[in-house]
């Protein structure tokens, strides 16, 4: 049996079956119905996973990758049973070059982490998605999230990958230099692949420096579309903003409730600036004067470190808000469209919610275009599941429409599948294509993002 020779290939400390390691890797933060592996095992170095890969090769088995389990689409879950390779002891850092503003790791290192280690130094890894992920897990999404503005997500701080195919081979995607024109580049094929086309087991990142000085404000507006309409106008104004996000009056609500604040109910926008001081402070006069002239409300700006804290604290919790609803789950989307049709997008977005007659709130990085819905149903109400995903369709088939994309940052996992014709067209066959060359028994995270 597989598992036999797992164990003793890797030494039974690696290998488990108990009840409890099945289960938690058997789902993720997502509403997707759990499946337990049939075993998990927890490499610690690239040659472990080369031999995890053998076995499955020899006895057609799937692996499927699993980080923090903080995914929302279901990337993690086994649906075909099989092995879970959990990174949890693959946290090492590899090699660090402060002077290169570069360093490798190992791919179950988590953001929090990395920052420790390089922030004394005087640098930092910018993509910040909330959740505590593995740089791994980030990778494998091509994770964005606050700062998305400024830095872009995890595909724009790639320089190198290592990976092992499913044939056994292990390949470099590129190379320590900051950039490149040989070669197709490989770096954003795997960014983003779910654990699709390979298992990474190193990867080589950009750093950049901590900023001088940084402020954070927020202001609100009567609309919604207000808030994205004063966020485009920041945006083409050319102010470098360092995070820019909307969350709406329902979810400012919702989150005052879970953490005990007291924000003003209303839609708003929260701001971050950050770079030389100077220029700093001048970004966020200008943008107050534009908000200002666009009929904002409760502008406040926060310059300590602790008030800066406590606002961002806020708004990272407004997700975590709407999950601890008691006896309530959630499902949500998270699209991304060009700027000049966000306002209409998330007009539409709050209408779907509304007419839905459930709970539920819009936010996100509309420096971006990108914006998420959460939206909370009774799994023991008839009907209320089938309206909540009615609200993810709707708006992913909106934002395709405008030249946008069905996810901006969660991933395709097993909710968006369904989306990936209408978006890619024939393109679609390619990507087919691609993961036949390079999996052809089909034991890499099968079932994801294709049908």
Known sequence: MFIHRLKERLGNEKVSQHENELYRHSHDESFHKPVEPDVVCFPTGRKDVEMIMEVARESDVPITPFGAGSGLEGQAIPINKGISINFENMNNVVNFSPDDLMITVQPGITRLQLNKFVNRHGLMFPID????????????TNASGTTAVRYGSMRDQL???????????????????KKSSSGYHLNGLFAGSEGTLGIITEITLRLHGIPEHTIAARCTFHTPKECAEAAKIILQSGIPVMRMELVDADSISQVNAYGGYNLPVSHSLFFEFAGMMTSVEEEARI?????????????????????????????????YAYQH??????????????????PELIVYARELIDESGLTGGVLGHVGDGNFHTIVLYDPKVEGELEKAEYTNEALAIRAIEFGGTCTGEHGVG???????EREHGEALFIMKQLKQMLDPQGLLNPGKIFF
């Open 129 to 140: 998605p909330g959740a505590d992920a593995t740089i791994g897990g980030m990778v494998a």
């Open 159 to 177: 320089l190198d990958l290592e990976v092992v195919l499913a044939n056994g081979t292990v390949i470099h995607t590129g190379s320590l230099a």
């Open 287 to 319: 943008v107050e004067q534009l908000m200002r002239e666009l009929d904002c409300e409760n502008w406040d700006v926060a310059s300590s470190s602790k008030e800066r804290m406590e606002l961002w604290k806020a708004r990272h919790e407004m997700a």
């Open 325 to 342: 609803v008691k006896g309530m789950a959630n499902t949500g989307a998270d699209v991304c469209v060009p700027i000049s049709r966000l």
């Open 414 to 420: 097993l909710g968006k599948k369904k989306f990936q």
